[in-house]
Structures are given as structure tokens and as C-alpha cells.
């Protein structure tokens, strides 16, 4: 077994742990309810790896790698709400299967629960964490904003999207990263490094998560093909088209993407076939491989064995898919 | 003017430093809206309070106890969603100004700016200072759902309703003055005395908040009077009064106080004439008394000058409106 998937194993043993038996149960029951759905874990491994990397005690960063994971539920949990969606790795949400009230508030009391796991650190890191951490939360909520309307900004351009999803999803991958490494008091240059590292690994991420919405193999993906053309999200695939787009190949792209009352089997069709027209399938996955090789080139720079980095390098090519 | 005064005035002063001209500003205008709507600052007030009894820097204080201060309105931010109310201090609410999803997440982000605020302190009182703000961010969490619970509940008991204004309320006001008395780096014998002051103040201030939506007067109370009533809240008083209600009056108390289409003002009149009838009033007040007495004597055992303690009891006496 790999370094990688024994810390897995380590991340998912420690979540399974907790209990989650305060009282009321009516709060703690979809707190269970949410961080039993499972998911990949990405962001506390990441903490966790970062801390093996720096030569740091890994269990040491468990617990507040579990704070960055309840902190990621909590915000699905009230993203979900806000997007309206029923379903979340397969199975209802918490506000449909309870209602708002409840995910309202146990959405609030996870956060509460990540602040406790984040505060579980050395006091004399525990200042620098706690930085991080608010900054960090802060920005998934800037990001969540912005995320939201653009659902009603009929002018988006690809730089706006480009800092939405770097303050939505880049910084909190970073900044498991970048816990990692102060737990593992490297010094201040490679936590900063670390850092940079995972804004780009996380837009890469991102991007390869819209990209796969719209080309992903549905065995694959987990989830239905085509869900961002059929909620009219603009992603960074539909802003690109949009973009490049001319004459009836615009109107066309504008018809389908915002026409109500297409059947959505055509709609996805239609838009998919072109972004196929247009180029922004190859235009992506070039802008997500520039995103990678940035990430990557800032990897090459820390002064780290190469050996060590590799559980690291493994994990980047597993969210990215990529083959070499 | 007296110090109480003048930690009041510095702690306004202080809130209206704050700008939040973070964007985007659909973020960040909820949360100056919602700290400029005032309120009597209690909270924070109490910290700093606390701290100068306790010979502390006041100046050390004043962070930490804005993000007490930023925290409740937090709570009443997410909790007027959850009870669909449409006013607060006589103004609209965020989520009727502007809507659920803009409340929930600048909600969330006043979270994120208490916990900012809560961390700047002292690093080697900095853990400290977080588990108890930790804790009793839970508790308030835990608090606001037993008083959704009860709703729905047809048997709620008096001593449930208690554990319910405890959690709800009397935690936060414990958790200022402790807080006060922390960053005053006092013994840990007098920060436990003061929090369960604290606890016993908070339970006088929820019950007499309770009393004043019936029989206050609507010019001091600053609200309509029977609010209670109508929203058919189960409050002290009328799990008192349907405890001790018998025979026609328990029928007369269940049917005006739970019967819908009943004019507004025939509800009011006639539960309130029932709480008159059955001595809730008197018995409400003995509550208010005993609770007020318990957290006095506790802060006479207080080993400080008594002279230091005039401004929190002069305070007290304000919050319980005690004439002596």
C-alpha cells in the first residue's frame, strides 16, 4: 500500500470516529447524514500528504484536515440549498430531505464543528492556521457569491469566471495544502509555495470538473452528462464558446443555451456539438494543462527529495486524470 | 459620564470603524445593513465590562467583543429565516430585503468575520478564547433548534424550556463576560464565577423578555405587544400557565391560544387574562427575581473591590430593569 492511499485509509478511519451524538439529534442527524455520503476526501489528503512531504507528524494533521473536510460539507450543504439541487452524490440533499431549517442550521453547526477540528493544532501554530482558515472561508463565500450572479449577469467574461472558481474551490485546496505544511513547520517560502501550488492544481481541478460535465464518460463522472448545460451554468467551457462563436454559430449557441422549453436531450446536443464546432473542448483541456504544468513547475521549485513529492504527484495526476 | 457609558460609546465607535467594502458588495451590504440596524450592544458591552473589572486592558477587549457582537447578529440574521420573521428593529429583515439565498450566505460570512474578530487576541490566551467561543457557537446552534423543536412539540415542560433559553441566550452572555475575563488574564476561578453570573444573568434577561412581550409597555418595549402570543411561542409564561390552568381555564387558555381565525386582539387579551388569572404574571416575576438574585449573589463572591463592580451591576440593572 502507497503512502497515499494509507493516509486515505487514515482520513476515512478518523471520519468514521466521530459520533456525532449531541443533542438535539434533529441538528446532529444530517451533519452524520452528510459526511456518511462519502466523496474523495481530496482536501484533507492533501493536508495530509503536504505534511508528509515537509517531513511533518502526520497525525498531527488529522484533525484539523477533518475541520477542512467538515468546512467543505458544510458549504455543499448550503450551497445546495441556494442552487436548489435535490441531490448530492446520489442522494437527497439535506434541505430536501429534511427542509431548510435544518440545513440551514446544521450547516451552521458543521462549521462551527470544522472550527473546533481546525483549532485541534499546536498553540503555537494555531494563530497562523486560524489566519489561513478565515481567509480562506471567507473567499469560498466571496466565490459562492460571485457564483450566484453570474446567474443573472448576462456579461461574464472569462476572467470573472476565472477568479470565481479560484476563490469557490482553488483556495480552499491550497489552503489544505499550505495546513499541511504548517503543521509540518516547514519554512514560511515553501508554505508560500505549497500555496501557489494549489490555486493551480485547484483551477486545473475545477476546470477539468466542467470539462467533464459536458465530455466526461458517465461511468466515469458519476453524474449525469450535461448537468451545467441544462442548469444554464456559465462555465468556463460555455464563456469560451460564447467567445469565439460567430454569426449563426452565436445565435445558435445563444438559442440553445437559453431557450426554456428545449427538450434537454437536444439541448445538450446542440450546445455540446458546438463547443465541438468552436474548438473549446481542445481550447480546455489546453488551458487545464497549462494550469497542471504551472502546478507542477511550482512543485519542481520546492526543495523537497523528489521521491517525497511523488505520493503527491500521484494524487494531482488522480484529480486530473491525467496519464503520464 | 460613567464608564459604562463611556465603554459604550467606544464600542460603537468601534463597529462604525468597520466598512465592509469587500465585494462582491451583494456579499458584504446585508452585513453593514445588519450591524447598522444597532441594538443595545449588550455583549460586547459586558466583555469590556468584564475585562476592566478585572484590571484587563479594555483596548484588548474591544476586537474580541466585536466579533461577539458580529456573531449575534449572525444568529438573528439565520434565525429570521428560519422563523420567517419580516421585521427586526422596526426594519426589514435581510432575507425579505433581500432574499433567503443572499441571507444565508452573508450569514455565513458574518461567521467567518466573528471568528476573525474572536481570534484577535493575545496568542497564548488565543486557544482559550477559541474553545470557548467554539463551545458556545455550538450550544447557541443547539439552542435555536430545541426552540424550533418546540413548535411542533405538543409537551414541551418548563424545565426544557429552561435548557432551551440557556442554550440560546444565557451561553452567549456568559461567554462575553468570560471572554472579558479572559483576555483580563484574571484566575481561573473568577472566569468561571463570572460565566456562571453570566448564565444566571442571561436566564433573568431571556425570562423578563418573555414577561415584556405581554406586559410591557409597547412605548419602552419598542415592539407590538403579545408577539408571542400570536406566534403562538411557547414561552415561560404559557408553559406556566398551562401547567397551572385547570378545568376551564386550561380549555380556555388551549383554545385562544391555539386556535386559528381568533381576531389578533381577542388572542392577546384573552391569554393574557388567563396568565393574570392563574398568577403567571407574580410567578414570572419570582422567576425573573430568583434568577437576578443567584447571578447577584455569585458576583459578590467575586474576590474584587466592590467599587469595581458597580458598572456591571448598574448595567444589570438596566438589562433587568430593576428599580434598586
Same mark, same amino acid.
Given at each position: 500500500?502507497?503512502? +497515499?492511499?494509507?493516509?486515505?485509509?487514515?482520513?476515512?478511519?478518523?471520519?468514521?470516529?466521530?459520533? *456525532?451524538?449531541?443533542?438535539? =439529534?434533529?441538528?446532529? #442527524?444530517?451533519?452524520?447524514?452528510?459526511?456518511?455520503?462519502? @466523496?474523495?476526501?481530496?482536501?484533507?489528503?492533501?493536508?495530509?500528504?503536504?505534511?508528509?512531504? =515537509?517531513?511533518?507528524?502526520?497525525?498531527?494533521?488529522?484533525?484539523?484536515?477533518? @475541520?477542512?473536510? *467538515?468546512?467543505?460539507?458544510?458549504?455543499?450543504?448550503?450551497?445546495?440549498?441556494?442552487?436548489?439541487?435535490?441531490?448530492?452524490?446520489? %442522494?437527497?440533499?439535506?434541505?430536501?430531505?429534511?427542509?431548510?431549517?435544518?440545513?440551514?442550521?446544521?450547516?451552521?453547526?458543521?462549521?462551527?464543528?470544522?472550527?473546533? $477540528?481546525?483549532?485541534?493544532?499546536?498553540?503555537?501554530?494555531?494563530?497562523?492556521?486560524?489566519?489561513?482558515?478565515?481567509?480562506?472561508?471567507?473567499?469560498?463565500?466571496? @466565490?459562492?457569491?460571485?457564483?450566484?450572479? *453570474?446567474?443573472? %449577469?448576462?456579461?461574464?467574461?472569462? #476572467?470573472?469566471?476565472?477568479?470565481?472558481?479560484?476563490?469557490?474551490?482553488?483556495?480552499?485546496?491550497?489552503?489544505?495544502? $499550505?495546513?499541511? +505544511?504548517?503543521?509540518?513547520?516547514?519554512?514560511?517560502?515553501?508554505?508560500?509555495?505549497?500555496?501557489?501550488?494549489?490555486?493551480?492544481?485547484?483551477?486545473?481541478?475545477?476546470?477539468?470538473?466542467? =470539462?467533464?460535465?459536458?465530455?466526461?464518460?458517465?461511468?466515469?463522472?458519476?453524474?449525469?452528462?450535461?448537468?451545467?448545460?441544462?442548469?444554464? $451554468?456559465?462555465?468556463?467551457?460555455?464563456?469560451?464558446? =460564447?467567445? !469565439? +462563436?460567430? @454569426?449563426?454559430?452565436?445565435?445558435?449557441?445563444?438559442?440553445? *443555451?437559453?431557450?426554456?422549453?428545449?427538450?434537454?436531450?437536444?439541448?445538450?446536443?446542440?450546445?455540446? %456539438?458546438?463547443?465541438?464546432?468552436?474548438?473549446?473542448?481542445?481550447?480546455?483541456?489546453?488551458?487545464?494543462?497549462?494550469?497542471?504544468?504551472? +502546478?507542477?513547475?511550482?512543485?519542481?521549485?520546492?526543495?523537497?527529495?523528489?521521491?517525497?513529492?511523488?505520493?503527491?504527484?500521484?494524487?494531482?495526476?488522480?484529480?486530473?486524470? !491525467?496519464?503520464?
Amino acid at each position: 500500500m502507497d503512502l +497515499a492511499e494509507s493516509l486515505r485509509n487514515r482520513i476515512e478511519e478518523a471520519l468514521r470516529a466521530e459520533q *456525532f451524538l449531541g443533542k438535539p =439529534f434533529e441538528l446532529y #442527524d444530517p451533519i452524520a447524514y452528510t459526511l456518511s455520503q462519502g @466523496g474523495k476526501r481530496i482536501r484533507p489528503l492533501l493536508a495530509l500528504i503536504s505534511c508528509a512531504m =515537509f517531513d511533518g507528524e502526520v497525525e498531527d494533521a488529522i484533525e484539523p484536515a477533518k @475541520g477542512i473536510e *467538515f468546512f467543505h460539507n458544510f458549504t455543499l450543504l448550503h450551497d445546495d440549498i441556494m442552487d436548489q439541487a435535490a441531490l448530492r452524490r446520489g %442522494n437527497p440533499t439535506v434541505w430536501k430531505k429534511w427542509n431548510t431549517d435544518r440545513a440551514i442550521l446544521s450547516g451552521d453547526t458543521m462549521f462551527v464543528l470544522a472550527y473546533e $477540528k481546525i483549532s485541534k493544532v499546536r498553540p503555537d501554530i494555531l494563530p497562523e492556521i486560524l489566519e489561513l482558515f478565515n481567509i480562506t472561508a471567507r473567499q469560498v463565500c466571496e @466565490g459562492q457569491q460571485l457564483d450566484m450572479n *453570474f446567474e443573472t %449577469n448576462p456579461e461574464v467574461s472569462t #476572467d470573472e469566471y476565472l477568479e470565481m472558481i479560484r476563490l469557490k474551490t482553488a483556495v480552499l485546496i491550497a489552503c489544505s495544502l $499550505k495546513l499541511g +505544511a504548517l503543521v509540518a513547520r516547514t519554512s514560511v517560502e515553501n508554505a508560500d509555495m505549497i500555496y501557489r501550488f494549489g490555486i493551480q492544481l485547484g483551477m486545473a481541478f475545477q476546470i477539468r470538473d466542467d =470539462f467533464l460535465d459536458v465530455f466526461g464518460r458517465h461511468d466515469k463522472v458519476g453524474k449525469e452528462i450535461g448537468g451545467d448545460i441544462v442548469t444554464r $451554468k456559465k462555465t468556463y467551457l460555455y464563456l469560451t464558446a =460564447f467567445n !469565439r +462563436a460567430k @454569426g449563426d454559430d452565436l445565435i445558435r449557441l445563444t438559442y440553445y *443555451f437559453h431557450e426554456p422549453g428545449i427538450p434537454l436531450e437536444e439541448k445538450i446536443h446542440q450546445v455540446r %456539438n458546438l463547443y465541438l464546432k468552436t474548438g473549446v473542448d481542445k481550447l480546455t483541456q489546453e488551458t487545464i494543462e497549462s494550469y497542471s504544468q504551472e +502546478a507542477l513547475h511550482l512543485l519542481k521549485q520546492i526543495p523537497v527529495d523528489e521521491d517525497k513529492k511523488i505520493p503527491l504527484r500521484n494524487l494531482v495526476n488522480e484529480m486530473l486524470d !491525467r496519464d503520464y
